[in-house]
């Protein structure tokens, strides 16, 4: 198959450090790749992906008040290639709604990344007529309502890319942004209860993340717990092997939570709220715990030691893995693109 990808203009592709949606893309870039279909991805020109690349902004765009014209105009270039392909699988925010009102000759289909709410729904209750849409776990597709789902595929990674570690570093670890929701302050208040280190490595861009990194976590620091900063490539996956358990004690229906599987690929046991996606990756008292209150989530940070991490590893190995994650995406296309071709049929042989 010919197959443009279209990632969103904010980071490159792979992402030096925080970006889930890229690292996503890229996984599947170089999946598609490797089995030999014909893949153009449309991103920022500092993307390092070892695919045939395409893009409108030479590095990584802003997210101001201009980032919707910004999207746009990536997009547009984007969609300017499509008839050259058979899929276009896009994951902007914007794209498909451009797409939906207008006559592409590739396939689109799109991804929603994030939540399901109201501004959302309205936006993909359009773009699903014309834009097959796919979620990321079934939690969040539960959430969409009355907008329909093609079809659920959980996230993947490249084992080869994750080696496992052996815990030694006894600490806790936390990685993701600074957000109330993603509950950093939670983290530190359950460590410093049940006693372990816990290491911080977190995303600190926006506005919004500082103000709550200087008002509800900064404060907090000091003694066995440590912000490292926003941490990616060897340092990363040295902190995530080395880690005796990735706390992620979110607060929110979080669509999925790629730091879960990319600790559980190191061999980490995970502790974490029952939100979201997070019943959908860990397999409770066995690839970690999922606990709904503090004194639960320290209990659970006391007893990691439990948990088999080779049995971690073998979890990904059999429902997260990059060939998994390839393949159904090379399914759908596969089953759009034959849905497609029947719906020209018929509607030539009425015509």
């Not at 105009?73 to 902007?92: G, I, L, P, S, W």
């Not at 670890?173 to 006693?195: E, N, Q, W």
């Not at 008292?285 to 004194?295: C, I, K, P, S, V």
Request: net charge negative; with cysteine.
């Amino acid at each position: 198959m010919r197959i443009l990808l279209i990632a969103p203009p904010w980071l490159p592709v792979p992402p030096v450090a925080y970006g889930g949606i890229e690292a996503v893309v890229d996984t599947l870039a170089r999946g598609l790749a490797a089995r030999g279909h014909d893949v153009l991805l449309h991103t920022t020109g500092d993307s390092t992906c070892p695919v045939r690349r395409s893009w409108t902004y030479d590095g990584a765009a802003k997210l101001d008040g201009a980032a919707t014209i910004t999207e746009l105009r990536h997009v547009v270039d984007a969609y300017e290639a499509a008839d050259r392909f058979d899929v276009v699988h896009d994951h902007t925010l914007v794209g498909p709604l451009y797409a939906s009102q207008r006559s592409v000759p590739a396939t689109v289909v799109t991804t929603n990344h994030g939540p399901f709410n109201e501004e959302s729904q309205a936006l993909y209750r359009i773009t699903s007529r014309r834009v097959p849409l796919v979620a990321i776990s079934r939690h969040q597709a539960s959430t969409a309502g009355d907008v329909p789902i093609a079809t659920v595929i959980h996230h993947g990674v490249d084992l080869d890319a994750y080696p496992p570690g052996d815990g030694n570093g006894r600490y806790a670890l936390f990685m993701g942004r600074f957000s109330p929701d993603k509950g950093v302050h939670t983290a530190i208040g359950v460590a410093r209860a049940a006693g372990v280190p816990l290491r911080i490595a977190a995303k600190m861009s926006e506005p919004a993340e500082r103000a709550y990194f200087e008002n509800a976590v900064e404060p907090l620091l000091g003694g066995e717990v440590e912000y490292l900063g926003d941490v990616g490539g060897e340092e990363k996956l040295g902190l995530l092997g080395k880690a005796a358990c990735l706390l992620n004690p979110v607060a929110w229906p979080e669509p999925f939570g790629m730091v879960m599987i990319e600790a559980l690929a190191c061999g980490t046991p995970v502790v974490a709220t029952p939100c979201g996606a997070a019943p959908e990756i860990v397999d409770d008292g066995m690839t970690g715990f999922l606990r709904a209150g503090e004194e639960e989530l320290v209990d659970a940070v006391r007893s990691v030691h439990q948990i088999a991490r080779a049995e971690c590893r073998r979890a990904v190995e059999r429902r997260f893995s990059a060939d998994r994650f390839v393949d159904d995406h090379v399914e759908m296309y596969e089953r759009v693109l034959d849905r497609r071709r029947c719906d020209r049929t018929a509607d030539a042989l009425a015509s």
